[in-house]
């Protein structure tokens, strides 16, 4: 009997240790980009996403290098898009896919001045903290 407690004792001294491993979550920052310039206006909490609904180009989300001069694009990965509706909030996929890139125009052309268009990441290593653009 004691080995038995025993054993189970060390089993539960063990699983929250376990749990830490492998939590490398939000590692990698991302960055959403329409072709080559940044979509936020400052990579800060304070940084604000907003594109005219005639906007065009090309929307990726990629890691980047940021620095105070300069953001650029470096790999591109997979997202989703859903809109939020300005008037009730409500969420809506834009569509099951999933993106690497995809023309703004279509998205725009889904969107109404004052709704926000939703990137999600498919990846926990991934963070995104700029993930809500507004249409003006």
Sequence with gaps: MKSVSGFL???????????????????????????????VDQ????????????ATGELTVCTADLSPERSIAKDKIAFKIAIRDKNTGTLV????DTYRKIDIQKVLAQ???????????????Y???????LVQ
Excluded: W
């Excluded at 996929?93 to 099951?96: A, F, K, T």
């Design 111 to 125: 969107c109404s001045p004052g709704d926000r268009i939703v990137l999600l990441t498919m990846d926990r290593e």
């Design 9 to 39: 004792f060390t089993i539960f001294l063990t699983l929250p240790a376990l749990s830490v491993f492998g939590q490398n979550h939000f590692n990698n920052c991302t960055a959403a980009f329409l072709g080559q310039k940044i979509v």
């Design 93 to 96: 996929m834009y569509s099951s």
């Design 43 to 54: 990579y800060s909490p304070e940084g604000k996403c907003v594109l005219p609904q005639t």
């Design 127 to 133: 963070a995104l903290p700029h993930n809500e653009i």
